[in-house]
T-cell receptor, first 109, second 116 residues
Framework: GEDVEQSLFLSVREGDSSVINCTYTDSSSTYLYWYKQEPGAGLQLLTYIFSNMDMKQDQRLTVLLNKKDKHLSLRIADTQTGDSAIYFCAERVDYKLSFGAGTTVTVRA | GAVVSQHPSRVICKSGTSVKIECRSLDFQATTMFWYRQFPKKSLMLMATSNEGSKATYEQGVEKDKFLINHASLTLSTLTVTSAHPEDSSFYIC????????????FGPGTRLTVL
């Protein structure tokens, strides 16, 4: 909720890169996550990063973490129509997850 | 691996009745399961944390007598919405902690509850 903030909407052209940004407040976060939710479905774990890492790359996904600024981003390379969904970032503190409000990504042809 | 199922996926009930939602970890043992509620176009709100064999821990503002949670085994947790009212209509999602990698929470597909 209020401890994790994301922009609400992102529109991107097919084939371009998408960058979704997230800020969090709790400096004791151990892990930070990105989840994807398609309409009417649950959350799919996309990737996560340990708090002592700066970057993690997994195929088309790149996660950047700036711990000093408490800023997390997810870059999706070569965005496809199947990437249209809501993306949630979440911070983990003491095994509890706090979620942002989600960024709705719309991919246009 | 790390698949979590929920049943039912969708339920419609009359006001005043009780509804039970099941959450199962299919291919791993989950020591901890979480129940969330999601309002339309909103984030997930953690309702409670349940550990196998012990009482659930409820978040502030969540009525434990209204939302009964049972975590009877390492692969099954149930949420019972008692005396449901239209304002309980929502999307309920469970998650299970365990499996491989980072004590990650793996989420079920959600249950859409509509109370008439």
């Amino acid at each position: 909720g209020e401890d994790v903030e994301q922009s609400l909407f992102l529109s991107v052209r097919e084939g371009d890169s998408s960058v979704i940004n997230c800020t969090y407040t709790d400096s004791s976060s151990t892990y930070l996550y990105w989840y994807k939710q398609e309409p009417g479905a649950g959350l799919q774990l996309l990737t996560y990063i340990f708090s002592n890492m700066d970057m993690k790359q997994d195929q088309r996904l790149t996660v950047l973490l700036n711990k000093k600024d408490k800023h997390l981003s997810l870059r999706i390379a070569d965005t496809q129509t199947g990437d249209s969904a809501i993306y949630f970032c979440a911070e983990r503190v003491d095994y509890k997850l706090s979620f942002g409000a989600g960024t709705t990504v719309t991919v246009r042809a | 691996g790390a698949v979590v199922s929920q049943h039912p996926s969708r339920v419609i009930c009359k006001s005043g009745t009780s509804v039970k939602i099941e959450c199962r970890s299919l291919d791993f043992q989950a020591t901890t399961m979480f129940w969330y509620r999601q309002f339309p176009k909103k984030s997930l709100m953690l309702m409670a944390t349940s550990n196998e064999g012990s009482k659930a821990t409820y978040e502030q503002g969540v009525e434990k007598d209204k939302f009964l949670i049972n975590h009877a085994s390492l692969t099954l947790s149930t949420l019972t919405v008692t005396s449901a009212h239209p304002e309980d209509s929502s999307f309920y999602i469970c998650s299970a902690r365990g499996g491989q990698g980072a004590d990650t929470q793996y989420f079920g597909p959600g249950t859409r509850l509509t109370v008439l």
